[in-house]
């Protein structure tokens, strides 16, 4: 090894030993106290809730992790509790405004967030499967005691939207959607039957996941085909976001709720299904 290789390797490494601890400090927060809170659902201790620190947003619940040293301990009525076990310290995130008072039942308040944003959020605190149509983006704002899942989806979509469950799955879409009313979203979904798409392609009947923040739909069901195998076309595509969580069900349940709700039809061919 020449001299010159040798100095070479030297300086790589101690560049490696300085810039690895700065890119892992990069995924640290020095200071929690700057996260902000943009919502909550609180059952005492726990729930979920929406923050956000420096452009980025995060929904939260007990157990979750913020980098790599902050633990989300609880989410309370009144604020979001962080713990950093390097120092053993606290952090209470208390939301720019009064909360309502502490009481023995379920809590949700928000800022002005778009309904499917709310939606995600009581979601994932009562550990619930929903699905929003792709126009549910109007924004509300929510500050209720309320007993339960039901009562506190009534007070999120109020006055605007509206939300059916089904089988476990809430289904959520605004009053009116291009000309025609809710009841004629929910009659599509009450009259079809997904178990047929089971019955042409038996990988459809094996369970999946999807969640989606607002990805485009074509991008979940590109995934849907390469896991099932199953050819998926759609003839006219459009980029429409998709708003859900659907957990450990079968795909082609999954497939109803996120296109069928979304005002578009699934066919079974030959070669595969076809999105029209």
Known sequence: MNKANFWLKIFICCALAVILPVAAQALLIANPDEIEVDGLVSFGE??????????????????????????????????????????????????????????????????????????????????????????????????????????MMDVVVSPHHRFYPRRGLFFVAPVHIQGTGWKHLMDRIQNYRSRTLGEHFAALNAKGTIISDGKPLDQALQRIAFATGVRI???????????????????????????????????????GLEIR
Not at 239 to 247: A, H, K, M, N, V
Not at 253 to 268: C, K, T, W
């Open 46 to 151: 726990d729930g979920a809730a929406w923050l956000r620190w420096q452009g980025h947003e995060m929904l939260v619940t007990s157990g979750f992790m913020i980098g790599t040293d902050l633990r989300v301990v609880a989410v309370r009525h009144d604020s979001v509790v962080l713990y950093r076990s390097e120092r053993k310290q606290y952090h209470v995130l208390l939301p720019a405004t009064n909360l309502p008072y502490k009481d023995r039942v379920d809590v949700i308040w928000t800022q002005s967030l778009p309904v499917w944003k709310i939606t995600r959020m009581v979601g994932l605190a009562y550990r619930k499967d929903y699905v929003c149509h792709y126009s549910t983006v109007s924004p509300n704002q929510v500050r209720r005691h309320v007993r339960g899942h039901e009562a």
């Open 233 to 271: 076309s759609w003839h006219n595509p459009v980029i429409l976001p998709l708003y859900c969580s659907l957990r450990d069900r079968p795909w082609h349940e999954i497939l109803e709720a996120m296109v069928v709700f979304n005002g578009l039809d699934i066919y079974p061919t030959a070669e």
